[in-house]
């Protein structure tokens, strides 16, 4: 099982009880505020518990022993994930997301540790040339958190995406992998 640790975050292959309380977090929870922050403007159905957990089993690995999901723990609780799919497999090129549902760790410094954990993990155990994300401009928090880590600005799409009946821009960041190399060679 793969356990990533960091000073204030677990990231872990879900278990069973993991992907139950994603499951609450992600359809029962009464407030949903991650929902106002996590791609708004894309309807997403409800999944039953069934076909959410399978949906952890389908397409799991992008390489062997390479996950595309795992689980975010903060002190003992499961309170998110930090995923990944291709844009472009013949370019090596993933997008890559996180989201934390529990706003009790929302500017923390939570989100930054687990998407730069997870971002390193990507870059050391793939031969991975790119990761990318995309967000909408509201959602400031992704960028600065994209942007702390060492991503940059690539693309903005003007007026692309609404929420509540306004229109905002769609984001995309990215680094590639000698960006990430230098960066993470003038921390040592």
């Known amino acids: ?81 930090v995923s990944c799919y291709w844009v472009d497999k013949h370019t090596n090129w993933l997008e890559t997301g996180i989201v934390i549902y529990d706003s009790d760790y929302w500017s923390g410094g939570y989100g930054s540790e687990a998407y730069e954990m997870w971002i390193d993990f990507l870059f050391e155990f793939t031969p991975l040339h790119r990761l990318g994300m995309s967000t909408w401009s509201g959602n400031i928090r992704m960028i600065k958190t994209a942007a702390k880590i060492g991503m940059k600005e690539e693309a903005r799409v003007r007026e ?13 960041m990215g680094i590639l992998r000698r960006e990430w190399n230098k960066k993470m060679n003038q921390e040592l």
Not at 39 to 48: D, F, N, W
Not at 163 to 170: A, H, L, T
């Open 1 to 81: 099982m793969i356990k990533l640790i960091g000073k204030k975050v677990l990231l872990r292959e879900a278990t069973q009880e993991d992907i139950n309380e994603l499951y609450y977090w992600k359809y029962e929870e009464k407030n949903q505020e991650a929902k106002k922050w996590n791609a708004p403007y894309i309807p997403e159905r409800r999944l039953t518990k069934e076909k959410y957990i399978n949906s952890w089993k389908k397409e799991y690995e992008l390489f062997p022993s390479v996950p595309r999901i795992l689980a975010i723990i903060i002190n003992g609780k499961t309170v998110g994930t």
């Open 160 to 172: 692309a995406r609404i929420v509540n009946g306004e229109y905002f821009d769609s984001v995309k």
